[in-house]
C-alpha cells in the first residue's frame, strides 16, 4: 500500500474471493424457477376460468338475454327459456341491502374496536367472536335466519330475509378488513388532529376515516364479490322464483340460485344460460369495482 | 397601536378569539391578551403582535401507569419568550410539553398530577373543556405530518374546519397562516396540491401553519426540526424568532446549538426532574448546577 492511498491490483486471490460461486448460482436458478413454476401453475386454473366463461358465456348472451324473466318453460327444445332478468335484479336489490346494512354495522364495530375498545377485555372477546364468524360456512347463516325468520316466524321466502343472511356473511369480513386498515393509519395523524383541539369524532370522521378509506372500499368491495356470489344462504331465504320483483317482502330470484338451478338441466340451451349468467355475475363484480376505484381515487385528492 | 394598519393582518386579531381563551374555557379567569398593552411597534407585515400568555407548573407530575416520568416540576415560561428544554432522552422532555395541551392523557394508562396555569386558569381543573385547551396551545410534533389525504390548503384549513369556522373565513386565516409560518411564498400557486408532496421542511412550516391558522396563544414544539436538514432547520428558527412576538413558545430539543441559537430561556431535565432553569446564556456559560454543565459540554447524554 502505498502512502498516498493509490489502490492496488487486485490480485487473482482477490477476484476469486469476490466472485459468485458455482453452488449460488445454481441454488439461485433453481428457487428462480420453482417460484416462477408455481406462479404458473397458480395461473392455468384462473385463465382456464375465465376463457370457458367468455367462451360459454357469450353463447347466451343478448339483448333479449338480459331483458326477460325465465320462463320455466324448459321441456320443449325449441321454447323460449327466457333470460336472467329476474336473477341480475334480485342480487343486486339482495345484496344493495345487505351492504347497506352490513357495511356501516362493520365500520362502525371496527372503528369501536380501533379507537375505542383497544385491548380492553370486550374488545378482545369482540375480535375473537368477529373471527369466529368469519370462519362460519355460509349455508349455516342461511339456515340461522331459515330458523329464526322463516321457521320461527311461520313465514314464507322473502328476498329482505336473504338480504339478512348475506349481511351476516358479510359483517365480519367488513369488520376485519376494517379494523386492519384503520389500525395503519398512523397515531400521530390522530395525536396532531386532536392538538389542533378537535373533539375525538371529528377525528374519526375527518381524518382517521378518509385516510383509511381507499383500503376499506377494498374490504367492502371483498364482501360485496363474496357476498354476490353466494348460493347457500338464499337457497332457503330468499328462495328461487322467475319473475322480477322490486319487493324485497317477496321471493326473490339471484344469479347463484339461477345458475345453481340451470347447470342441472338437461336441456343445453339452460346450461348455456348459467354460463351466460355466470359471466353476468363476474362482470357486475367487475364494474362494481371499477366504481368504487374511481370513486376512491378522486376522494383522496379532493 | 392597533394592528390592522398592516396590509396582511388576519390571523386573529379581528377576531373575539383573540382575547382570551380563559373565557372560553368557562372559568372567572384574568383576560390574557389585552391590546391595549400589546405589540411593540415592530409589527411586521406578515405578523400579529400580541400578548401571548404566560404558563406554569406548580408541581406537575405524570405517570404512565404506575411509573413516574415527571417527578414534580415547578416551572415558568414568560410570555412572549421562547423556552427550550433540554436533557438526554427519556428524561421526560416531551411528556412534560405533551401536559400542558393535555396531550399526555390521550394514551391509555398516563395520567398527571399538579397544575397547569395558563396565565391564572388551572388547565386540569375539572370545568376546563380540553378541546378548549388544545385551541389555545398549538403543537408541533418530531415529524412533518401533514393529512396525507388533504391538500396544502385543506391541511391549514383542517385546524379551522375541525374547530367549525365558517367556509368564508377560511381562505384569508388561510393566507394568513401561511404567512405567518413563512410558507406563503413557496405554495401559493400550488394550495391544490396534496400536502405530503411538498418537501421534509415544507411539511414541518405546514404543520406550524397548520396550528398557528386556529390563533393559539402558546405554540408547543417537540423536537420540530429533528427530521430535517440544517437549511430547513434554519428556516424554522428564523420562524421562531418571528412567532414569539406573537405566541409564548416552548421548544424541546436534543440540539444544544438549536437551544442556544432560538431560546430566551432553557430549562434542563435529567430523570423527570428540573435541575436548573435560567437564561439560556448563563445555562451554557456559567450552569449553577455541575450536572447541567457535564450536560452542555457534552460530557454525557
Not at chain 1, 178 to 183: D, H, K, Q
Amino acid at each position: 500500500m502505498s502512502a498516498q492511498g493509490a489502490t492496488p491490483p487486485a490480485t487473482p486471490n482477490r477476484i476469486e474471493r469476490f466472485a459468485v460461486s458455482p453452488r449460488r448460482r445454481r441454488s439461485d436458478k433453481l428457487a428462480r424457477s420453482l417460484v416462477l413454476a408455481g406462479t404458473v401453475i397458480a395461473l392455468i386454473p384462473l385463465v382456464l376460468v375465465i376463457y370457458y366463461l367468455l367462451h360459454e358465456g357469450l353463447k347466451a348472451w343478448s339483448p333479449h338475454f338480459f331483458t326477460t324473466d325465465p320462463t320455466g318453460n324448459t321441456f320443449f327444445k325449441n321454447s323460449d327459456i327466457g333470460g336472467i332478468r329476474s336473477a341480475m335484479l334480485g342480487t343486486i336489490e339482495m345484496v344493495a341491502l345487505a351492504s347497506a346494512i352490513a357495511v356501516p354495522v362493520g365500520i362502525g364495530v371496527a372503528v369501536w374496536l380501533v379507537e375505542y375498545g383497544k385491548q380492553h377485555w370486550f374488545a378482545q372477546l369482540v375480535r375473537f367472536f368477529v373471527d369466529v364468524l368469519t370462519g362460519v360456512p355460509s349455508i349455516v347463516f342461511g339456515l340461522f335466519i331459515y330458523i329464526v325468520l322463516i321457521i320461527g316466524t311461520g313465514s314464507t321466502f322473502a328476498g329482505y330475509k336473504g338480504s339478512l343472511a348475506l349481511a351476516l356473511l358479510m359483517l365480519p369480513v367488513v369488520t376485519r378488513s376494517a379494523e386492519v386498515v384503520l389500525l395503519l393509519v398512523p397515531g400521530a395523524l390522530r395525536e396532531s388532529a386532536l392538538a389542533l383541539g378537535a373533539a375525538r369524532w371529528k377525528v374519526i370522521f375527518r381524518i382517521v376515516l378518509p385516510t383509511a378509506l381507499s383500503g376499506m372500499i377494498t374490504g367492502v368491495l371483498l364482501a360485496i364479490a363474496r357476498a354476490a356470489g353466494e348460493t347457500a344462504p338464499l337457497l332457503f331465504t330468499a328462495g328461487a322464483t322467475n319473475k322480477t320483483s322490486s319487493n324485497l317482502g317477496e321471493f326473490m330470484n339471484s344469479l347463484p340460485v339461477q345458475i345453481y338451478n340451470d347447470v342441472i338441466s338437461p336441456t343445453q340451451s339452460v346450461v348455456n344460460r348459467a354460463w351466460g349468467a355466470a359471466l353476468t355475475l363476474v362482470v357486475l363484480i367487475l364494474i362494481l369495482n371499477l366504481v368504487a376505484r374511481l370513486v376512491s381515487r378522486r376522494s383522496r385528492l379532493a | 397601536m392597533t394592528p390592522d394598519a398592516s396590509p396582511h393582518i388576519t390571523a386573529g386579531a379581528p377576531a373575539p378569539s383573540a382575547e382570551s381563551s380563559a373565557e372560553k374555557m368557562l372559568q372567572p379567569g384574568q383576560p390574557t391578551a389585552d391590546p391595549a398593552t400589546s405589540a411593540p411597534a415592530s409589527s411586521s407585515a406578515a405578523n400579529i403582535v400580541k400578548r401571548g400568555p404566560q404558563v406554569r407548573l406548580k408541581q406537575l407530575r405524570a405517570f404512565y401507569g404506575s411509573a413516574e416520568q415527571v417527578k414534580g416540576i415547578d416551572l415558568e415560561f414568560p410570555a412572549n419568550q421562547v423556552t427550550a428544554i433540554i436533557g438526554p432522552s427519556g428524561c421526560g422532555k416531551s411528556t412534560m410539553v405533551r401536559c400542558i395541551n393535555r396531550m399526555h392523557e390521550e394514551i391509555p394508562g398516563a395520567r398527571a398530577e399538579g397544575k397547569v396555569l395558563l396565565d391564572d386558569l388551572d388547565l386540569y381543573n375539572s370545568s376546563v373543556d380540553v378541546i378548549a385547551v388544545r385551541r389555545a396551545i398549538g403543537m408541533v410534533f418530531q415529524k412533518p405530518n401533514p393529512f396525507p389525504t388533504m391538500s396544502v390548503f385543506d391541511n391549514v384549513a383542517s385546524g379551522l374546519r375541525l374547530t367549525g369556522v365558517g367556509r368564508n373565513e377560511l381562505r384569508p386565516k388561510v393566507e394568513a397562516a401561511l404567512r405567518g409560518a413563512g410558507l406563503w411564498e413557496e405554495v401559493a400557486d400550488r394550495l391544490s396540491e396534496p400536502g405530503i408532496g411538498l418537501s421534509g421542511g415544507q411539511q414541518q412550516r405546514l404543520c406550524i401553519a397548520r396550528s398557528l391558522a386556529v390563533d393559539p396563544e402558546v405554540l408547543l414544539m417537540d423536537e420540530p426540526c429533528s427530521a430535517l436538514d440544517p437549511i430547513a432547520t434554519l428556516k424554522i428558527e428564523e420562524l421562531i424568532a418571528t412567532l414569539k412576538q406573537r405566541v409564548t413558545i416552548v421548544i424541546v430539543t436534543h440540539n444544544m446549538q438549536q437551544a442556544a441559537r432560538v431560546a430566551d430561556r432553557t430549562a434542563f431535565m435529567l430523570s423527570g426532574e428540573m435541575v436548573e432553569v435560567g437564561p439560556t446564556k448563563d445555562i451554557f456559560t456559567t450552569p449553577s448546577d455541575s450536572r447541567t454543565e457535564e450536560y452542555v459540554t457534552g460530557k454525557f447524554g
